[in-house]
C-alpha cells in the first residue's frame, strides 16, 4: 500500500502564486510516478502535471509555462509550484501514483490518491 497527502493549499488573489506538496508514505517501490490532478465543482478530474523518473514531465496545456511539478528524491517529495493563478484554477488538487501505463491525465490511469487539497483564486 501507498498513502499520499496533499498540503499547501489556500485562498489567493489573481496573479498570486502556491506550492502544493506530496508527501509519499508506505511501500513506494517501482511506483515513482506521480502526477497532480484537479477537479473543480461539476466537472470530471482533469490531469494538470505529471513527472516520471528522473525530471521527465508532462503539463495540461492550462498551465503550461505557469506550474511546474518537481521532486525531491531524498524524501519522496513532489511538489507543484503553481505561479500566475487564474480564477479557473480554483478546484480541489489531488496527488496520484501507481500509474498503470496510459495516458498520463487520465484519471483511470492511477491506483492511488491523497485526500485533495483546496485552491481557491478569487479575482
Known amino acids: 500500500q501507498l498513502q499520499l497527502a496533499e498540503s499547501g493549499g489556500g485562498s489567493v488573489q489573481d496573479g498570486e502564486s502556491l506550492r502544493l506538496s506530496c508527501a509519499t508514505s508506505?511501500?513506494?517501490?517501482?511506483?515513482?510516478?506521480r502526477a497532480w490532478f484537479r477537479q473543480a465543482p461539476g466537472k470530471e478530474r482533469e490531469g494538470v502535471a505529471a513527472?516520471?523518473?528522473?525530471?521527465?514531465?508532462f503539463y495540461a496545456d492550462s498551465v503550461k509555462g505557469r506550474f511546474t511539478v518537481s521532486r525531491d528524491g531524498a524524501t519522496n517529495m513532489v511538489y507543484l509550484q503553481m505561479n500566475n493563478l487564474k480564477p479557473e484554477d480554483t478546484a480541489m488538487y489531488y496527488c496520484?501514483?501507481?500509474?498503470?501505463?496510459?495516458?498520463?491525465?487520465?484519471?483511470?490511469?492511477?491506483?492511488?490518491w491523497g485526500q485533495g487539497t483546496q485552491v481557491t483564486v478569487s479575482s
Open positions: 508506505g511501500n513506494t517501490a517501482g511506483r515513482t510516478y
Open positions: 496520484a501514483a501507481g500509474w498503470r501505463g496510459g495516458d498520463w491525465y487520465r484519471p483511470t490511469e492511477y491506483d492511488y
Open positions: 513527472i516520471w523518473t528522473g525530471s521527465a514531465s
